[in-house]
């Protein structure tokens, strides 16, 4: 029960930095290794822990030990690549000019506010919320109780956990090897502090908009996966596909992503919160039957035996 909580306090704490202007600025330090092992070492422990908990999902050492180690291997590339990188200089940012942007993009060249900034936020931080309420929402709904509830819930942590490293990771990453300038470098009503700040280098992809997408499409699985015939799988799957493209057209508005940007963003999150599930999902057993002849003194026919 505590393992469950503290885990999912941490990646609390992982999102706070991830939306702050230094989500690169990270060192191999004793705080961050401390952090990445506590995160890995706990994600292990809840894999062999919850391996009997009754939901719609099954965990074992062959899919997701590859997947924790992978994917945090990814994470920490991700964070530890761009502590090289220097911010554009003033003679950079002033070969910069919007007609080199290809024009589906373009447009965003144009756009700067700090208000659309802060609104972006709210997508971030209520799909980490939301993740959390869900996590310990939905054993209730199979009447589990005690040890089986807290089993149930590690399970769904780890799958959330999952999908959330795999994409943050790859969004990280990417974003340190691309190193593409975001909209508001060409701004010229954009502050200059901001332009030359280390993270104004990292606008493909849209992390905002991947973390919202992954955590509000691993929602909307969660509950089609528990509640397979609710009439409310429609309007749940709305809300799921709305909120991460609102936050990106935040984004976008803001000045901080291209379109390009938000649409990989998008797409990339929703994969890693569909198909992370979908391969937990327990599979169904085969039905199978099998036809006989009955010969005795009492009766004669055929038998039918079904196995499922």
Not at 3 to 22: D, E, G, R, V
Not at 96 to 107: E, H, W
Not at 146 to 169: D, H, Q, R, S
Request: hydrophobic share 45%; with cysteine.
């Amino acid at each position: 029960m505590i393992s469950a909580i503290y885990w999912l306090i941490l990646q609390l704490h992982i999102y706070q930095n991830c939306s702050s202007a230094h989500i690169f600025d990270f060192k191999l330090s004793p705080k961050f290794t401390s952090v990445y092992m506590k995160n890995l070492l706990l994600a292990i422990f809840l894999i062999g822990s919850s391996v009997f908990a009754q939901s719609p999902y099954q965990l074992s050492w062959k899919l997701d030990l590859p997947i924790v180690l992978g994917s945090n291997t990814l994470m920490a590339t991700g964070l530890l690549i761009p502590n090289g990188i220097s911010p554009l200089t003033q003679a950079e940012l002033d070969a910069l000019n919007p007609m080199n942007v290809n024009a589906f993009d373009r447009s965003a060249t144009q756009n700067y506010s700090i208000a659309a900034d802060h609104r972006s936020d709210i997508g971030l931080v209520s799909g980490a919320i939301l993740g959390l309420g869900v996590n310990l929402a939905l054993p209730t709904t199979k009447g589990l109780q005690g040890k089986a509830y807290w089993k149930e819930a590690g399970k769904l942590a780890l799958i959330w956990y999952e999908a959330n490293t795999l994409v943050t990771g790859a969004t990280l990453s990417t974003k340190a090897l691309i190193l593409r300038p975001r909209p508001f470098t060409y701004n010229p009503n954009a502050p200059l502090e901001d332009k030359m700040e280390v993270d104004a280098r990292f606008s493909f992809f849209s992390g905002h908009t991947s973390i919202t997408s992954v955590n509000f499409f691993l929602l909307g699985k969660f509950y089609a996966d528990y509640f397979p015939e609710s009439k409310y799988k429609p309007a749940v799957w709305a809300v799921a596909a709305i909120i991460p493209a609102w936050t990106g057209i935040e984004r976008y508005n803001a000045g901080k992503h291209y379109l390009t940007d938000v649409i990989t963003g998008y797409v990339v999150g929703a994969a890693g919160g569909i198909l992370v599930p979908h391969f937990h999902k327990k599979k169904d057993k085969a039905t199978s039957f099998l036809l006989y002849p009955i010969n005795n003194t009492q009766v004669n026919g055929i038998g039918l035996l079904l196995r499922f």
